[in-house]
């Protein structure tokens, strides 16, 4: 249970001055259009499982969720074919490699081994319900809106910025297609794909995002199930695994909830049976996840007794126990 409104605001005013005073990390610019995102800009938001909302700075910023729609696409797709076909096609387990990694295919025999990297992330594209790119795309903007509460759109110079760049995703696409992985035509995939990251959201959108994961699936804001608790449940887990790319198991360490990143500096945590968590701040560190959004995250998770491997005795006495964990809280 979360403490009170008035605490809740305080320790978010926290948390965004202590995020702030940080000025490392740089904007990703592999994708053009991102490279002109003001590093300066940083909004935290939580939505708990009832609805409330807290927020403070640029909220309502919008920012394309990019690789965090990762995390709700498979949660549609374990919804449409259930935990036993997802985990044989796309799997879970961490690559230890980075995001859009070739390697890591070819070394696993063409599994994608997660959703949460860019092979998995197709890979889990591609069995969205549908005939044609086009119905999957319905799909996925129709879910994903679901998840916000509102009718969501694709910021069009995000997405024609990507569209001419991704030849990666291409590679990877046919390379997972030469394996049997995928059946659709690869470039379609792809194209669908980056639809699909070039979505228009702001922080509050993820904490309602994130809390629709932590209330079991159900969106606390409009009251809709978006998806069962099985399949919520089976997310998280994912999440905690592989959220954060190679850095996921220092994340889950240091925070201890399951969370995930965009590089355009969106960062979205799961506190489950609590709330959820949204932030922006474009500053990225070297594996593509937001600075202040990690900072910010790791102080509430130890101010408001988040953690999900922690008893609430230790929330109470705990002490920064080395630099790197007093560099996150």
Request: charged share 20%; aromatic share 6%.
């Amino acid at each position: 249970m979360l403490p009170p409104s008035p605490i809740i605001d305080e320790l978010l005013a926290a948390a965004y001055g202590r995020a702030e005073s940080h000025h490392e990390g740089v904007v990703a610019d592999y994708i053009p259009i991102l490279a002109e995102a003001d590093p300066e800009a940083f909004g935290l938001c939580i939505v708990d499982v009832q609805g409330g909302l807290h927020e403070l700075g640029d909220t309502r910023t919008r920012f394309s969720i990019q690789s965090i729609s990762k995390a709700f696409v498979y949660a549609l797709v374990c919804q449409e074919f259930g935990h036993e076909k997802v985990l044989d096609v796309v799997g879970v387990n961490n690559t230890g490699l980075a995001f859009n990694s070739v390697v890591a295919i070819e070394l696993n025999d063409g599994h994608p081994m997660n959703p949460m990297v860019n092979a998995g992330a197709i890979a889990t594209t591609a069995l969205m319900p549908g005939d044609t790119p086009g119905q999957k795309w319905d799909a996925i903007l129709a879910g994903l809106s679901a998840f916000t509460g509102r009718t969501l759109d694709v910021d069009d110079v995000v997405y024609r910025s990507e569209a001419a760049t991704n030849t990666r995703n291409h590679a990877i696409a046919r390379l997972l297609e030469s394996y049997g992985r995928i059946t659709h035509d690869p470039l379609d995939v792809v194209d669908v794909y980056t639809r699909q990251c070039a979505i228009s959201v702001d922080a509050r959108d993820l904490a309602v995002m994130a809390a629709t994961l932590a209330d079991g699936g159900v969106n606390p804001v409009t009251g809709t199930r978006v998806v069962s608790a099985e399949v919520a449940r089976d997310t998280l887990a994912v999440l905690a695994a592989n959220g954060l790319y190679e850095r996921s198991g220092e994340w889950l360490f240091e925070i201890g909830l399951p969370g995930k990143s965009g590089v355009a500096g969106g960062l979205v945590t799961i506190a489950p049976g609590k709330a959820g968590i949204g932030s922006y701040s474009p500053r990225l560190d070297s594996a593509g996840n937001s600075v202040r959004g990690q900072i910010a995250t790791a102080y509430l998770s130890r101010s408001l007794g988040l953690n999900v491997f922690a008893s609430a005795s230790h929330f109470a006495s705990a002490k920064p126990a080395s630099r790197t964990s007093e560099e996150t809280r």
